[in-house]
């Protein structure tokens, strides 16, 4: 399984979910990034870690105590980001990352 914050942030059940698939060797990929509000692209207008609601650090200690350590996946799917010069996004991220998960 892979945790997509994107997609199970909302989950009540995320905590418990995330440590079961742990618990069963399920725990393949971390993908990280964060949702904004008011969203106005369901697919291509996520938020870098920092500009949105998603409890990251939080998220990523249940994370970390199942033991994974793979790698963390930014994605930032984004129109806007998309735009921008690429090296100043991608330091953007880096910001992010560091500062919010």
């Known amino acids: 399984m892979a945790v997509d914050v994107y ?4 989950d009540p059940n995320l905590e ?11 725990l393949l990929a971390f993908h990280i990034c ?12 996520r938020g870098l870690m920092g500009e ?5 650090k939080k998220i990523r200690s249940w994370v ?6 793979g ?9 806007e980001y998309w735009q ?3 090296s100043q ?8 990352y560091k500062q919010h998960s």
């Open 34 to 45: 964060d949702w904004k509000s008011p969203t106005v692209d369901m697919l291509n207008d």
């Open 64 to 69: 970390e105590a199942t033991g994974f350590n």
């Open 16 to 26: 418990r979910e995330i440590k079961r698939c742990g618990e069963n060797d399920h």
């Open 52 to 56: 949105g609601c998603i409890p990251l």
């Open 7 to 10: 997609h199970l942030w909302w």
């Open 89 to 96: 996004f991608l330091q953007k991220i880096i910001t992010g």
């Open 84 to 86: 921008q010069d690429q």
């Open 71 to 79: 790698f963390r996946e930014v994605e930032i799917f984004s129109t």
